[in-house]
Nanobody, 124 residues
Framework: QLQPVESGGGLVQPGGSLRLSCAAS????????IGWFRQAPGKDREGVSY????????IYVDSVKGRFTISRDNAKDTVYLQMDSLKPEDTAVYYC?????????????????WGQGTQVTVSS
C-alpha cells in the first residue's frame, strides 16, 4: 500500500521559511497527484496546494498564493512545498496526500493515501 511520508516541519518565526517534502518507499509518487493539506487544533482539514501527476496543473488556496510554491522532482521521486513569508495563522499539522488526478482536488475526503503529518509552528 502506498504510504506517503512528510518531513521538514519545525518551529519558525513569522516571515521565515520552511520547505516540506513528501516521499514514499515501496511505490513511486511519479504517477500520482499530490495534495498538501493542513489542520489546526479545533479546525477542519484544509486544502493548501495541489500538483497534478505530470506537474502541469497546480492549485493554491487563496491565503497562501504568492507565498507557497509546490513542485515535484521526479528524479528524487519527491514533492516539495516551499513556504515563504510564514504567518502565525499557517501554524498547523501539514499532511501530504496521494491519489488520482482530481477535478476538485482540495476536498480531503477524495484522497485515498495520507502521510502521518508534520508539525509547522510559526511563532515569535
Amino acid at each position: 500500500q502506498l504510504q506517503p511520508v512528510e518531513s521538514g516541519g519545525g518551529l519558525v518565526q513569522p516571515g521565515g521559511s520552511l520547505r516540506l517534502s513528501c516521499a514514499a518507499s515501496g511505490y513511486t509518487l511519479r504517477s500520482y497527484a499530490i495534495g498538501w493539506f493542513r489542520q489546526a487544533p479545533g479546525k477542519d482539514r484544509e486544502g493548501v496546494s495541489y500538483i497534478s501527476s505530470n506537474g502541469g496543473r497546480t492549485i493554491y488556496v487563496d491565503s497562501v498564493k504568492g507565498r507557497f510554491t509546490i513542485s515535484r522532482d521526479n528524479a528524487k521521486d519527491t514533492v516539495y512545498l516551499q513556504m515563504d513569508s510564514l504567518k502565525p495563522e499557517d501554524t498547523a499539522v501539514y499532511y501530504c496526500a496521494a491519489g488520482s488526478d482530481l477535478a476538485t482536488p482540495m476536498t480531503a475526503r477524495f484522497w485515498p493515501y495520507w502521510g502521518q503529518g508534520t508539525q509547522v509552528t510559526v511563532s515569535s
